[in-house]
């Protein structure tokens, strides 16, 4: 079985980096209206904005199509029992190919998004399987990097698929994809469906995202 990611490094551009900063106020309620229309528990709900992971910004940067903008709109994926199949061997192959090391092992760095080769952690994976998806012919706005709490209450990145029957965790910690409210995390942010440089809140708890996070860390 794969281990999850040790840290998952939320530090937050304070620096103004572009298109890659956080929604307007009118912009996170619109996004919050979308998702109200779905009170059902396999939806998620959005709670406001968020700033997106440091390491996310710096992919970008070095990978601009993995974040273009897809079509608006709030159409969820209609996934076909195919489809849905196709999330259970994408996310077994891509659990079964990739080694589980550290940024710090493989980089030298705490923290280092990018498409793995070999060896990558908690969101190396989810990256990948995103990138598999869509090769499959899923659609980026249902293909989302979602950063939540696990288990011990450290940070880690999975990849959410957002379809008409739920959203469906891809994770690298478990072989099986069970429905967001079937895991046993705390949600904490997510890319938005309609701009993946935008990120949104998943958090009802707190629906202001801080000004910066060194990381997300065990609360006291």
């Known amino acids: 079985m794969q281990v999850g990611c040790v840290r998952v490094c939320l530090v937050l551009s304070m620096l103004g980096l572009g298109g890659l900063s956080s929604p307007d106020s009118a912009t996170a309620q619109n996004f919050a209206a979308l998702d109200t229309a779905r009170p059902s528990p396999q939806f998620m709900r959005i709670y406001g904005s968020a700033q997106p992971p440091f390491g996310f910004v710096r992919f970008c940067d070095a990978y601009p199509l993995e974040c273009s903008t897809p079509s608006s709109g709030d159409?969820?994926?209609s996934a076909t029992p195919e489809r849905l199949s196709e999330l259970d061997s994408v996310n077994r192959a891509?659990?079964?190919?990739?080694?589980?090391?550290?940024?710090?092992?493989?980089?030298?760095?705490?923290?280092?998004?990018?498409?793995?080769?070999?060896?990558?952690?908690?969101e190396d994976y989810a990256l990948m399987k995103r990138r598999r998806l869509q090769a499959l012919g899923w659609p980026a706005s249902a293909l989302l990097i979602t950063?939540?709490?696990?288990?011990?209450?450290?940070?880690?990145?999975?990849?959410?698929?957002?379809?008409?029957?739920?959203?469906?965790?891809?994770?690298?910690?478990?072989e099986s994809v069970k429905l967001w409210n079937q895991t046993p995390y705390h949600f904490v942010m997510?890319?938005?469906?309609?701009?993946?440089?935008?990120?949104?809140?998943?958090?009802?708890?707190?629906?202001?995202?801080?000004?910066a996070i060194a990381g997300v860390q065990a609360n006291p």
């Not at 079964?96 to 940024?103: L, Q, Y």
């Not at 939540?148 to 999975?158: M, Q, T, Y």
């Open 94 to 122: 891509v659990n079964t190919e990739i080694e589980p090391a550290t940024d710090l092992e493989i980089y030298g760095v705490t923290e280092h998004w990018t498409m793995p080769v070999s060896r990558g952690d908690c």
């Open 147 to 174: 950063v939540v709490r696990d288990e011990k209450n450290e940070g880690h990145a999975v990849l959410t698929a957002r379809t008409t029957q739920g959203d469906f965790i891809l994770d690298n910690k478990v």
């Open 190 to 211: 997510r890319q938005s469906y309609i701009d993946p440089r935008v990120w949104v809140s998943l958090d009802p708890t707190d629906p202001a995202t801080p000004a």
């Open 75 to 77: 159409a969820r994926f």
